[in-house]
């Protein structure tokens, strides 16, 4: 008998995945435990919720703001199951941030923990937004949900990049199956895996490599509402986590913390990391010091592997093979990789070249940005990541962007020139550079030199910027000074305004 269209084309299957361990736990959180069966019930009886009277969202954005946890997959889950696109929302953005996502999106329906409810009231009413709190759930439930195929929009993340405003980067369902899909078989997941999420839920690296994949692969998934390196150790100790991910800075925090403990302490952690089968670090380049000075401490080698909104991950070290310190690895299995020169040929085998992709798992388009979506990708469909890399000896070595406007600062990704468009909003600045300058703990720190028109008090500027934008965005040393360093095209020279704060 042949299966019907829908057989093959139904949406991200991390329902059908979870019925095949429905007793078991899926999530820690607070200390409770929760089973798939909860989240598929859960999720089923929010997602009837959010149709009302519809039998389809078809595809209306749905923004949530949800702390880490059980309701924040059970959200997730449910507007993917109501046939919505799920817009997950920064906890630490100030209002202005999240006011522009909401706009962008156009989001009818915004969800949140019941702490979030009051920043979003008035916000709502004036513009006829339905605001759900998490522990809402209908009072009927219909029998069906809709079959949403896999070509159909599942989620929007938004990224910084080389435009002043973020961008929404659009997935399907296909996308984010092919990504998740990818690292199971690449880095052997299965049911008897744990893991602990300390990353923040609006990023692909949480939500698709560490609760993505946990989810589907019928493991367990703990949550910590935020990170600190003194209560992650102690969770270490627990021995029950036994694959972990994280950013370069998280692991510079953690070795930092190591070096605070006693002799016995320090061998009660070795042992606990005996447990584990796979500890995974990206988001940034990782120092090679990190990944060396980790192996001492825990015996383990970082898989280092990279990846980006627009793909999902698309490079890694071998799970079982040499682990190249200072290199990212090889495609992962259905990512096709080329290194491009300028000219868009294929570079010299022994050339760097800006790394392009094709797959299944590339995006779909930056939302209502049909023009930067044709511009990122080469007439033959290949995305350009405008990371520069070298093959060196089969294993890719990131060189750097090609853009010295974005900064990866904790793991985050950072538009300089959204930080000075809102730096040229504050009356007594005439004119501004921000730059990322290196930075052992962060990767690269934010910084700003600005030019003035009168007296700025720094510390008072900094205040003002977070009502602005994000805390982990805003410039951690400003540098006044006359004027900017500028070519002779008058245009100004970052890599010169690095210089002003060495
Ligand atoms: C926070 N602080 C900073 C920064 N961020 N200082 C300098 N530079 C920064 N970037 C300051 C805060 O302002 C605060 O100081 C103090 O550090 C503690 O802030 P808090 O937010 O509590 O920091 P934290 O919790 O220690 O955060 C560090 C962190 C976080 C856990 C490393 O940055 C993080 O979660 N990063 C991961 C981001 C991520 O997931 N990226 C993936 C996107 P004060 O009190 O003075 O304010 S990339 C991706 O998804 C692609 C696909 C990929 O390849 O993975
Ligand atoms: P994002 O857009 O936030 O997903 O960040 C993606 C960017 O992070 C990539 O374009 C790279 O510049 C950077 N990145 C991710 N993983 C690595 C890595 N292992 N080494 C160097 N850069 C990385």
């Not at 798939?36 to 969202?57: E, F, G």
């Not at 061998?267 to 988001?283: I, P, T």
């Not at 990322?436 to 003035?452: K, S, Y």
Request: hydrophobic share 40%; proline share 3%; aromatic share 10%.
């Amino acid at each position: 008998m042949v299966a019907p269209d829908y057989f093959y084309k139904t949406m991200y299957k991390c329902v059908e995945q979870a019925e095949k361990f429905s007793e078991k736990t899926a999530i820690i959180f607070d200390e409770k435990s929760y089973t798939y069966q909860m989240l598929i019930d859960s999720s089923a009886s929010m997602a009837y919720h959010l149709l009302d009277v519809r039998n389809d969202l078809q595809e209306e954005r749905v923004a949530y703001m949800v702390d880490p946890g059980f309701d924040y997959v059970k959200v997730q889950w449910a507007i993917w199951r109501a046939g919505g696109v799920a817009v997950p929302l920064c906890l630490t953005y100030p209002f202005p941030s999240l006011q522009y996502v909401l706009e962008d999106t156009e989001a009818k329906i915004v969800v949140v923990s019941p702490q979030y409810k009051s920043m979003f009231e008035e916000y709502a009413v004036q513009h006829g937004i339905r605001l759900i709190e998490t522990h809402e759930s209908p009072s009927t439930i219909k029998n069906n949900l809709p079959i949403v195929s896999d070509d159909r929009r599942a989620m929007i993340l938004y990224t910084s990049g080389t435009t002043s405003l973020p961008k929404g980067v659009v997935t399907t369902h296909e996308n984010i199956q092919t990504q998740v899909s990818t690292l199971i078989e690449a880095w052997q997941w299965t049911s008897a895996d744990s893991t602990i999420c300390v990353l923040p839920l609006h990023h692909v690296h949480g939500i698709i490599n560490v609760i993505g994949c946990s989810l589907y692969a019928g493991a367990t998934c703990e949550f910590m509402s935020s990170f600190s390196a003194e209560v992650l150790f102690s969770r270490f100790l627990s021995g029950a986590i036994n694959v972990f991910m994280a950013v370069p800075t998280i692991y510079f925090k953690l070795i930092s913390h190591w070096e605070t403990l006693n002799d016995q302490q320090k061998a009660e952690a070795k042992d606990a990391f005996q447990q584990f089968r796979l500890m995974v670090c990206g988001s940034a380049a990782l120092p090679v010091s990190i990944l060396e000075k980790w192996e001492v401490i825990s015996g383990h080698t970082l898989l280092e592997r990279y990846g980006m909104t627009e793909i999902g991950m698309a490079i890694s070290n071998p799970y079982i093979g040499q682990r190249r310190a200072g290199h990212v690895g090889i495609a992962l299995p259905g990512v096709s990789v080329r290194l491009v020169d300028e000219k868009n040929q294929s570079a010299a085998s022994d050339q760097p070249g800006e790394i392009q992709i094709k797959g299944k798992n590339v995006f779909l388009e930056y939302w209502k940005r049909a023009d930067a979506t044709k511009e990122s990708f080469t007439e033959d469909g290949w995305f350009k990541t405008g990371d520069v890399a070298l093959l060196d000896e089969g294993y890719y070595r990131i060189l750097g962007r090609n853009s010295v406007d974005i900064i990866k600062s904790g793991g985050y990704k950072i538009s300089a020139l959204e930080i000075e468009e809102v730096l040229r909003t504050y009356a007594a600045i005439a004119d501004c550079a921000v730059v990322g300058i290196d930075n052992d703990e962060w990767g690269e720190l934010v910084v700003a030199a600005i030019v003035i028109k009168e007296h700025v008090d720094t510390s008072e500027l900094n205040m003002w910027m977070r009502t602005q934008m994000a805390a982990y965005k805003t410039p951690r040393v400003y540098k006044i000074v006359d004027e900017l360093p500028r070519n002779a095209m008058g245009k100004v020279v970052k890599n010169d305004v690095k210089k002003l704060f060495i």
